[in-house]
């Protein structure tokens, strides 16, 4: 039995079947990493969380320029909507 719905991410549902999408992704990364930079303004010698961030950071960056070779209108779309720089 599958539940129907799902989660509002940028105004729009998401369904279950629909959380692997390129901004899906990017938009879970970009909320870690969020987390993860505030944690270290207060942790400033906790190095194993800035190598996750910079993984992270990695992974996004990644994500990014495929999405902007495949769709650049979406890519556009997501920059804007996330408050990112254009890589």
Sequence with gaps: MKKKGGRIFFGFMVKEENRGSVEFQVFSFTNKI????????????????????????????????????????????????LNIREQ
């Design 34 to 81: 969020r987390r993860l930079a505030s944690h270290l303004e207060l942790h400033e010698k906790d190095f194993s969380s800035e190598r996750s961030l910079r993984r992270l950071l990695g992974k996004r960056r990644r994500l990014l320029a495929y999405l902007a070779k495949k769709n650049r209108v979406r890519y556009k779309k997501l920059i804007g909507q």
